[in-house]
């Protein structure tokens, strides 16, 4: 049996409640009131006819009864969890459902073991290779507020060299002859994927996809027939040499919690064996894109100094380099102990993977993964807008807390931090780029 609480907040007729406020359907109501305690107020059995009223806790008992087989030896990281749902991080060469050819090994076999008596209910659903978050529903309630309202990220390493971003938009059909390939095709499916180059080299580009449409096997249908099949992918002519499976991986998941509304972000680091195609393609150090550029003619500003992956590290300028004026060291500390403060806090918590003062003494380094680039200005833009209007004590400044406890000064912190404010008042995703300033 899974259990939904729901409270009410004003007094409403109960089908009302359920369905204008809950979101629960009609058939789902009918199901409720066919089993045992299926709906009860404060604990007691209550009609879909009668009144609810403000501070009621009214609980829904759904019996699942499609359950699989448990498997406790399998292995899937837990991404996030609460009272509604589960994000699986799935390995690769791991289906989710069981088919004819895998009964037992399935990412449903895992969750049976883990969730003994709830049906399996999966909300987003990835190809046996397709590593990566997958979110699965606690019950039918939030299956249905689910379905269709979860936006997905991908990362695939795709053969060849691939610069920029661009859509596809090509029709899928299945192919001849074939109950599992796909295939363009002009009497196909409505398609579109878009896509931006995250990391690009001679053989292989890294690239992230978000899917306008949810085709079966669209991402790898549409980079082979564009002649850039994915890396790992056999059934699609990609080169199998470098590494064993399709190198296409779930990366983010954007929804709204499907009780409380909550905006919640998930994000898997892109998988270690589809970043070692890039790393074994390197021959030579790359320089960062700070070492490109005449430092002469640039200003106060963020920009992006390195994309490796999913990690983009930005350069925070917060005075002109080479200009003869450098940032106090009292007033680097107390701005770091505010950013990461501010960061850690945000809303991109869980996006930040490192910040920290440059030794030139001209600003920062900001460190991101998984976190688009109008999110990274907004970031620092709020963050340093905060503390342009600090007043209170600097967390972490104790003598048990902090290495270098004495070398603060936030009077210097909030002054430092004015010019770069102004400047990114109107500061757009196209001036990260250090060539739009030379």
């Known amino acids: 049996m899974g259990t939904i609480i729901l409270n009410v907040k004003k007094d409403a007729k109960l089908e009302d409640f359920l369905i204008k406020e809950a979101g629960i359907s009609k058939r789902t109501i009918c199901r409720l009131k066919r089993t045992k305690n299926g709906i009860t107020r404060n604990g007691t059995l209550i009609r879909t006819i009668d009144n609810v009223f403000s501070g009621d806790r009214i609980a ?3 019996e699942d009864t499609k359950t699989l087989e448990p498997n406790g030896r399998l292995h899937a990281g837990i991404a996030f969890e609460n009272d509604n749902l589960v994000v699986f991080d799935k390995p690769a060469d791991m289906p989710v459902h069981p088919s004819i050819k895998h009964q037992g090994d399935t990412l449903g076999n895992l969750f049976a073991y883990k969730y003994p008596g709830l049906t399996f209910r999966p909300v987003n659903r990835l190809d046996r290779d397709t590593s990566g978050l997958c979110i699965v529903a606690k019950n039918a309630v939030s299956a249905a507020a689910l379905q269709g309202n979860v936006k997905k990220i991908y990362y695939a390493a795709v053969s060849g060299h691939i610069e920029g971003e661009g859509t596809i938009t090509l029709p899928i059909a299945r192919e001849c002859d074939s109950i599992i390939k796909r295939t363009v095709r002009s009497d196909g499916q409505k398609a579109v994927t878009h896509y931006k180059a995250t990391c690009t080299g001679d053989k292989y580009s890294l690239l992230e996809i978000n899917l306008e449409t949810g085709r ?22 990609g080169n199998t040499n470098d590494i064993k499976y399709q190198a296409l991986h779930c990366g983010q998941l954007d929804f709204n919690d499907p009780l409380s509304g909550e905006h919640i ?14 790393k074994k ?9 700070s070492f490109q550029v005449d430092h002469r003619k640039i200003n106060v500003g963020m920009y992006i100094s390195r994309i490796d992956g999913d990690i983009v590290t930005y350069d925070v300028r917060m005075v002109k380099p080479n200009g003869g004026v450098y940032l106090e060291n009292p007033a680097m500390h107390t701005i770091e102990h505010l950013f990461a403060t501010f ?3 945000s809303e991109f918590g ?3 993977v490192y910040v920290g003062p440059m030794g030139c ?3 920062f380094y900001l460190l991101t993964r998984g976190m688009d680039h109008e999110s990274a200005i907004k970031l620092v833009r709020d963050a340093y807008g905060f503390i342009a209007e ?18 603060h000064s936030l009077e210097g912190a909030k002054k430092a931090v004015l010019p770069l404010l102004k400047v990114l008042e109107n500061y757009t995703v196209e001036m990260l780029e250090y060539s739009w300033h030379m």
């Open 390 to 407: 600090y007043n209170d004590e600097i967390p972490g400044c104790s003598e048990e807390e902090c290495g270098n406890y004495k070398e």
């Open 60 to 62: 829904l008992e759904f």
């Open 216 to 237: 079966t096997h669209q991402i790898r249908v549409h980079f082979a027939h564009i002649g850039h099949p994915l890396a790992g992918d056999e059934l699609y002519g």
């Open 281 to 289: 393609e390197s021959k030579k150090m790359e320089k960062i894109a």
């Open 350 to 352: 869980n996006n930040i």
């Open 361 to 363: 003494r001209t600003g």
């Open 265 to 278: 972000t998930v994000i898997s680091p892109v998988r270690e064996n589809i970043l070692l195609l890039f």
């Open 343 to 345: 960061a850690r806090n």
